[in-house]
């Protein structure tokens, strides 16, 4: 008897539900979901374009995906500043810790005497295996310091008749970028030659002494650029775009001594 009351209870409750679907906390009314979300409708957001070259640094572990974003972005800023590297390296990281100026003045004077993995202020850092949050204030600004350091490097292009031919490799979400620069002498003439490989086509922007060339990319997102140059030492900025990968471009400084 108690099973046949349990199986007409359950199929009026059936009835019941196929009658008036219960709705969720946020429905007034009944409404018809698709069973699929199409590709084209999922707003997805896009990596930041220039985040891979991180795993080209010789970091003990690794920095936070957006603190490596702005800690770049003030380390561009910084390319075309006549300040030493000591002071760069202090400017480029003091927002981070913006009450330790003096301790980071201490650590940016360790960082460019001691190699990049043997930084005293690190102390355990190397055996950590988790990361950037789980390090002490003093290991955060020694390792952002480290990155910094990289950074401005890796951004910087030396150039002289005595190292005439530079290259330098970016790593993208993309792809490799290739940026090639040449110094060459033309009789009374000299020119500063870029020569690139990008991931996706983009343009380059090589400007310096007041002047300024553009050159987009065309067959194999290859493009070049080049410049007159005067027999003194200058910086040139060179600009990459490459929309389909990243909005903002990425800034490079060449510089040039006689």
């Known amino acids: 008897m ?50 891979a070259q ?32 000591g002071p760069k390296l202090v400017q480029a990281v003091e927002s981070f810790f913006p009450e330790d100026y003096q301790l980071i003045n201490d650590l940016a004077g360790m960082v460019l005497r001691t190699s990049y993995r043997s930084v005293d202020a690190l102390e355990t850092i190397p055996n950590i295996q988790r990361d950037y949050s789980d390090l002490q204030p003093r290991q955060q600004m020694a390792l952002s310091l480290m990155a910094a350091k990289q950074l401005l490097e890796n951004l910087t292009l030396p150039i002289s008749f005595a190292n ?17 620069v040449e110094l060459q002498s033309l009789g009374k003439l000299m020119k500063l030659r870029v020569h690139s490989e990008l991931p996706t086509p983009g343009v380059l922007k090589l400007e310096g002494n007041g002047t300024q060339a553009v050159s987009s990319s065309t067959v194999a997102n290859k493009a070049s650029v080049e410049l007159d140059c005067q027999p003194t030492n200058q910086t040139y900025t060179l600009e990459v775009e490459c929309p389909e990968l990243e909005q903002q471009p990425l800034l490079l400084a060449i510089n040039l001594t006689m």
């Open 54 to 85: 991180q795993s080209k640094l010789n970091l003990p572990i690794p920095l936070p995906d957006k603190i490596f974003q702005q800690l770049m972005d003030k380390c561009q800023l910084l390319l075309t500043s006549s300040l030493p590297l």
């Open 164 to 180: 005439p031919v530079i290259e330098q490799q970016w790593q993208t979400n993309a792809g490799t970028l290739i940026i090639r």
């Open 2 to 51: 108690q099973e046949r009351f349990q199986a007409v209870l359950k199929r009026r409750l059936q009835v019941e539900i196929q009658n008036h679907p219960p709705l969720f906390p946020w429905e007034s009314q009944l409404v018809d979901y698709p069973e699929f979300v199409e590709e084209s409708s999922i707003a997805l957001v896009p990596a930041w374009g220039w985040l």
